[in-house]
Structures are given as structure tokens and as C-alpha cells.
């Protein structure tokens, strides 16, 4: 059923449902859904496949086979991704797979420089996500963020990066010689140097509701979304840049787009502000904030608003919401190691250290260098860095300027 190689059968409150699409959306691999409680078909269907009971999800592959309820290190290996390292230690672990990253291994690989990259999703992240790249240099008719970030894999690799994919780092140590990575399967690799590329994610309302239809109505990519909502009518959160962007995308699936700005005014530019205010699918209600996400039988239906200036609230119905409200830098991992933070998360590099009351262990004896971390040997680039710009061409530029300071620290060490 439906054209893609890979069908999810599954139902609106099931959470392990969601969990395989979000895995699926993560790695970028299409998939037909079906609710077998939409599809009394697709029901009869599930219950043929696991003798009569109805698991789910029960997921179907293009070679006739299927997984039911499978974990994620299940569909890592059904789907042939490479979860584990081919050796224990490197000169360089990479830990992320965006921009920064994959730039950063094409220079260190091609100073023969023994690079492993880790990612814990799609290889391109945000990248990835991004419909088109517009404002890449050298590409005058814009590029496909999914195309830019395959050929981005394929250049690394092509020089020799080793990857792993669908691994999450969960920590990192280090001795005076050493540094250790942890990944999510507990499994432990060392390297001489680290490069953190890990990026960001977007921000969440933290309002009644926000946790409980991820995935089942609220949604923070409209690429990887904004199909399952053909001819229906959608609210996107948001009035920066990706807010605009993405409702423009929208229009392209949903009848009608309500775009919720907290603030009196777009922060987006002035060309994309044009372009969203004049299409006739998109309506704009300023100084609207979201309170409360409501849903039936675990999907979200409606979203109630209010107007910050009236304080008067009102109930809408909507098929879905897209969050767009902002970054979160993804530093979870470091928080127990000694890679100094800013009070938002991301990290502080290099003369930035300098201005900090202690001087950092092992920075006795040299400055550190400017994308390196307040742990010697320890880097950081891209999105994730303090005062880096969060565009691609920046991230991919950190990545080359990070990848030749490594080699320069991998010669003293
Ligand atoms: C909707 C949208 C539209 C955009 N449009 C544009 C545009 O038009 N032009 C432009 O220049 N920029 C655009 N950007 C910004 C651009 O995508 C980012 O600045 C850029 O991708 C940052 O690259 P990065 O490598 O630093 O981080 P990311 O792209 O965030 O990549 C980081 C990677 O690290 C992985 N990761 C994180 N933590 C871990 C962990 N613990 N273990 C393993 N892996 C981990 C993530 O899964 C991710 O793949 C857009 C961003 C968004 C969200």
C-alpha cells in the first residue's frame, strides 16, 4: 500500500508509532503512513501479519519482510545503517554530521588525519531539513538541502571518513593523554582530538500539551511534515526567518496557514515578509501567543490562543502546528564535562576563554586556539559554538577553520 518503499501501519496514540516515524523523519527515509483506524483495510491487514493480533506498528519493507514494534537500533539494522565503528580509537572523533562536521572531516581526512564521524540522525542536519538553500555561494539557483547534504557525505566519504549513523553521543571524557566518546549503544571509542559539530534544535512552547501530540499534530519541520497535510488547515508558531520560510513551504500542501506572532511585527527579512504577506493562503494574528495544545484520541485538533495585548483567549481548530521559535544548542551531553557553557548552552571558544576569571587546566603554557573548547583538544564549530552566525556556509567555514587548528594541535601531542 501507498509508493514508497517502506509502510508504517500504526495509529494516532500509539507512542511507539511515533517514535519509528520520528526516527524514519530523523534519517530523511521516506515512508507511506497508514491508520488502520482510518483504513479499515490496512486493519485487516496488521491483524493477517501478526496472527490476528493488532501490533503496531507493523512496518513493511520494499522485499516483502516487516518488523512489528521494532526498537530503533532494530530499524538501524533492517534499514543496513553502519551503527558501529570498524576500530577503537581515532585521531579525530567528529561528533555530529552537519555542515561543520562533514567540512571539517573532508579537510582532516584529506590530511590523513584518521577521522570518525558520529550522527545520531540524518547526515546534513539542519541542512537536511531545509527545503532550499537560497544564499549558498556559487549556487545562483539555490540548492536542495537534502541534495547539498548528500553530495556532502559523498565528498567525505570519498576521501575516506568513516561514519556512523543512528548513534547519539551521550558523553565525553578525557584523561591527561586520551578522549572518549560514549554512544548510545554503551559502546566507547577514543581519539587524540574531538570536534564538537553537534548544532541545535528547535526551541519548545512548554505549554499543557506540547509533549503529549509530537509528531501527532505538532511538528518542527515542514519539509519533512508538511505532505501530511494536503488541502488542510495548519498554524505554524513563530515570526522569525524559519517561521516564514517554512509557512511558505506550507502553502504548498495545507489550504490555509495561520501564522501566531507573539510580538507586533515579523523579525523575518524584509523579502520573505513580502512573499508571506501577500499570499492568499497565509493569515497573520499578531501579538498571539499559544496556551494550550488540545487534541481527541491522542491528535492534536485544536490550539488555544491568546492575544497578549487584550488578554482575551479563544479556541481554533486546527490539523496541525509547526513550531518555529527558535534554537536550542545540543550541549546536553557536555553538561558533565569540562567544556565551558554560556548561560544558553552553547559553547565558549577560544579568546572568549581568556576572559574568564580562572584559567582553564591544561591552557597554562599556550593560549587556546580560537574554535578550540575550554578543554585543550577539545573543539567545537557551527551552530553549536557561541557567537557562531547559524548559516551553512559559516558552519561549513568553522568546520575547515576548526579541522586545520586540530591539525596543527595533533602535531604536539
Ligand atoms: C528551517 C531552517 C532553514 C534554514 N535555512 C537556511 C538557509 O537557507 N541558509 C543557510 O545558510 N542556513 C539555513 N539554516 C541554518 C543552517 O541549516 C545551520 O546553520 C547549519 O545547518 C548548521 O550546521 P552545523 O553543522 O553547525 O549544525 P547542524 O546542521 O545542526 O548539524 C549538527 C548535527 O549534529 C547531530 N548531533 C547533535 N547532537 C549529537 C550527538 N550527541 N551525537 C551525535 N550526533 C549529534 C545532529 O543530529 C545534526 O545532524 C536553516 C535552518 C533551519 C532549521
Not at 526516527?23 to 490496512?42: M, S
Not at 491528535?299 to 509547526?322: P, S, W, Y
Amino acid at each position: 500500500m501507498g509508493d514508497k518503499e517502506i509502510s508504517v501501519y500504526g495509529a494516532h496514540w500509539c507512542p511507539d508509532c511515533r517514535r519509528s516515524k520520528q526516527f524514519l523523519g530523523e534519517h530523511q527515509i521516506p515512508y507511506n503512513w497508514i491508520d488502520i483506524e482510518q483504513d479499515p483495510e490496512a486493519e485487516k491487514f496488521v491483524l493477517e501479519k501478526n496472527k490476528g493480533k493488532r501490533i503496531i506498528p507493523t512496518i513493511t519493507f520494499s522485499d516483502g519482510s516487516f518488523l512489528v514494534e521494532p526498537s530503533n537500533a532494530e530499524l538501524a539494522a533492517k534499514l543496513g545503517l553502519k551503527t558501529k565503528a570498524a576500530r577503537r580509537h581515532y585521531d579525530l572523533i567528529i561528533i555530529g554530521g552537519g555542515p561543520a562536521g562533514l567540512t571539517a572531516a573532508i579537510y582532516t581526512a584529506r590530511e590523513a588525519i584518521d577521522t570518525l564521524v558520529i550522527e545520531r540522525a540524518a547526515f546534513g542536519g539542519q541542512a537536511a531539513g531545509t527545503e532550499k538553500l537560497d544564499n549558498m555561494p556559487g549556487f545562483p539557483e539555490g540548492v536542495a538541502g537534502i541534495e547539498f547534504s548528500r553530495r556532502l557525505l559523498q565528498q567525505a566519504k570519498s576521501f575516506g571518513v568513516e561514519v556512523l549513523e543512528a548513534q547519539e553521543v551521550r558523553q565525553i571524557q578525557r584523561t591527561d593523554d586520551y578522549k572518549y566518546v560514549e554512544t548510545s549503544d554503551g559502546s566507547r571509542y577514543s581519539a587524540n582530538a574531538l570536534l564538537v559539530a553537534a548544532g541545535s534544535h528547535y526551541k519548545r512552547l512548554h505549554v499543557p500539551g506540547d509533549e503529549d501530540y509530537i509528531g501527532a499534530g505538532v511538528h518542527f519541520c515542514a519539509t519533512c511534515d508538511g505532505p501530511f497535510y494536503k488541502g488542510k488547515n495548519v498554524a505554524v508558531v513563530g515570526g522569525g526567518n524559519s517561521a516564514a520560510e517554512e509557512s511558505l513551504l506550507l502553502t504548498k500542501f495545507a489550504d490555509h496557514v495561520n501564522i501566531l506572532v507573539r510580538k507586533g511585527q515579523f523579525k523575518a527579512t524584509k523579502i520573505i515578509q513580502e512573499s508571506v504577506l501577500s499570499n492568499p493562503k497565509i493569515n497573520v494574528r499578531w501579538h498571539t501567543e499559544v496556551k494550550e495544545f488540545i487534541g481527541e484520541r491522542s491528535k492534536l485538533t485544536k490550539l488555544r490562543i491568546m492575544n497578549n495585548q487584550t488578554e482575551t483567549e479563544e479556541v481554533i481548530a486546527v490539523h496541525g502546528a509547526f513550531i518555529f521559535i527558535g534554537l536550542v544548542p545540543n550541549t546536553e551531553f557536555l553538561k558533565e564535562s569540562d567544556v565551558l557553557l554560556d548561560k544558553w548552552g552553547f559553547i565558549v571558544t577560544g579568546h572568549a576563554l581568556m576572559h574568564q576569571r580562572e584559567r582553564q587546566k591544561g591552557f597554562e603554557k599556550r593560549a587556546p586556539f580560537l574554535l578550540e573548547t575550554s578543554v585543550p583538544g577539545v573543539f567545537a564549530a557551527g551552530d553549536v559554538r557561541d557567537t557562531s552566525t547559524k548559516q551553512v556556509v559559516s558552519a561549513a567555514g568553522e568546520g575547515t577553520s576548526a579541522a586545520l587548528m586540530i591539525r596543527e594541535y595533533l602535531k604536539q601531542v
